[in-house]
T-cell receptor
Framework: SQQGEEDPQALSIQEGENATMNCSYK?????LQWYRQNSGRGLVHLIL?????REKHSGRLRVTLDTSKKSSSLLITASRAADTASYFC?????????????FGKGTLLTVNP | SQTIHQWPATLVQPVGSPLSLECTVE??????LYWYRQAAGRGLQLLFY??????ISSEVPQNLSASRPQDRQFILSSKKLLLSDSGFYLC???????????????FGPGTRLLVL
């Protein structure tokens, strides 16, 4: 079953604007990851945040994690047309197998030039 | 550096025909290996994962099977394809950590399968 649920399902913005995507999950986690997928391609890892971290930055990406609300957000600042892609959150659940990630259904981000 | 290969990139098969998709990883040893399926516009469904040669765990009942004949080779098979097997199949690998939380997974380019 799906653990992460991204919100919104689709987001359309203009170049230069910020894009915020949210992810909610149901069970306790060890870490949460965000991936990006260009149309018809494989997924690319963007950033990992551990359960004891609250915020993490990587370039124009900012990820927050609120374990009390079981939610995470991915912020892309100063978006570019090349950021157009689907974005997925994935969780590694604590107490379960250490081998598996559970992916959400993704947010389709369109950045208009 | 590590690379992951999948082939073929695209496949069109008739219903009832067999299937073999191959995935190989280079530049690492003892990886965890994964097969996912992605329906159009949807998230990823984990089909199989493997933590070693000959060790396969199945996540969902289906008419697909997986094998790992070598350390860095993962094969997805079917004896008779169904229409519902159409989708985008992704192979991924990660570093094996038996006692630590899962780290990054690295994905191949995918195989688009259309069953007619």
């Amino acid at each position: 079953s799906q653990q992460g649920e991204e919100d919104p399902q689709a987001l359309s913005i203009q170049e230069g604007e910020n894009a915020t995507m949210n992810c909610s999950y149901k069970t306790s986690i060890n870490n949460l990851q965000w991936y990006r997928q260009n149309s018809g391609r494989g997924l690319v890892h963007l950033i990992l945040i551990r359960s004891n971290e609250r915020e993490k930055h990587s370039g124009r990406l900012r990820v927050t994690l609120d374990t009390s609300k079981k939610s995470s957000s991915l912020l892309i600042t100063a978006s570019r047309a090349a950021d157009t892609a689907s974005y997925f959150c994935a969780t590694e659940n604590s107490g379960g197998s250490n081998y598996k990630l559970t992916f959400g259904k993704g947010t389709l981000l369109t950045v208009n030039p | 550096s590590q690379t992951i290969h999948q082939w073929p990139a695209t496949l069109v098969q008739p219903v009832g025909s067999p299937l073999s998709l191959e995935c190989t990883v280079e530049g690492t040893s003892n990886p965890n290996l994964y097969w996912y399926r992605q329906a159009a516009g949807r998230g990823l469904q984990l089909l199989f994962y493997s933590v070693g040669i000959g060790q396969i765990s199945s996540e969902v009942p289906q008419n697909l099977s997986a094998s790992r004949p070598q350390d860095r080779q993962f094969i997805l098979s079917s004896k008779k394809l169904l229409l519902s097997d159409s989708g985008f199949y992704l192979c991924a690998w990660s570093v094996l950590h038996a006692f630590y939380p899962q780290e990054t997974q690295y994905f191949g380019p995918g195989t688009r399968l259309l069953v007619l």
